[in-house]
């Protein structure tokens, strides 16, 4: 069964620098897709940035990169230029294509999570 | 109203009560999902509905209780919980056959037992 780690509990950045919030997987699949999902304290979980296998170049979202190594299995996010409102709890996700061994369905596998702290 | 609404936002029960989440979703989706969040906790799938089917049930104690009357709306039943039962509760929806495999999340149930 595929597995998603988050080996950060809790984060802290200073406003207008630059973090980066790791996460590490395990699967078997060649082909998935990995998100990271923030939730503010409002609660509601939102897409931050969207990464498919299969593609080479890693996403970018305005101030939010990931850095992708699919031999290492790590999916690590960075946030440029941090502001007050990056702060919440951040989940990285697993998620088997439609149709796919392992989640059916291809529901979500989710990391404990990561809790961001800005400073000003 | 747009995306994915919840209610109600917080609840409390005793263990000998009956209540119900409810859950609505806006953008014309095809499944819809329970989660359970819990603190220290990864979130947990409870149950997915696919095209108003049940097509996942992750081994969840029988006094939670899922209902999909169509493709819009999704009820959690809770009867006779437990104090360990206390937790958010997540629902979601998305594209069945979406290739961005993207989940769109309401903004929880907060489940007090006591």
């Known amino acids: 069964a595929q597995t998603v780690t988050q080996s950060q509990p809790e984060m802290s950045v200073q406003e207008a620098e630059t973090v980066t919030l790791s996460c590490t997987y395990d699967t078997s699949e060649s082909d998935y897709y990995l998100f990271w999902y923030k939730q503010p304290p409002s609660r509601q979980m939102i897409l931050v940035i969207r990464?498919?296998?299969?593609?080479?170049q890693n996403a970018t979202e305005n101030r939010f990169s990931v850095n992708f190594q699919k031999a290492a299995k790590s999916f690590s996010l960075k946030i440029s230029d941090s502001q007050l409102g990056d702060a919440a709890m951040y989940f990285c996700a697993y998620r088997s294509p439609r149709g796919g061994g392992g989640g059916s369905q291809g529901n979500l596998i989710f990391g404990k999570g990561t809790k961001l702290s800005v400073k000003p | 109203e747009t995306g994915v609404t919840q209610t109600p936002r917080h609840l409390v029960m005793g263990m000998t009560n009956k209540k119900s989440l409810k859950c609505e979703q806006h953008l014309g989706h095809n499944a819809m999902y329970w989660y359970k969040q819990s603190a220290k906790k990864p979130l947990e799938l409870m149950f997915v509905?696919?095209?108003?089917?049940?097509?996942e049930n992750n081994s969840v104690p029988s006094r939670f209780s899922p209902e999909c009357p169509n493709s819009s709306h999704l009820f959690l039943h809770l009867h006779t919980l437990q104090p360990e039962d206390s937790a958010l509760y997540l629902c979601a929806s998305s594209q069945h056959d979406s290739n961005t495999g993207e989940l769109f999340f309401g903004e929880g149930s907060r489940l007090t037992v006591l």
């Open positions: 509905y696919s095209l108003e089917e049940r097509v």
């Open positions: 990464q498919e296998a299969y593609k080479q």
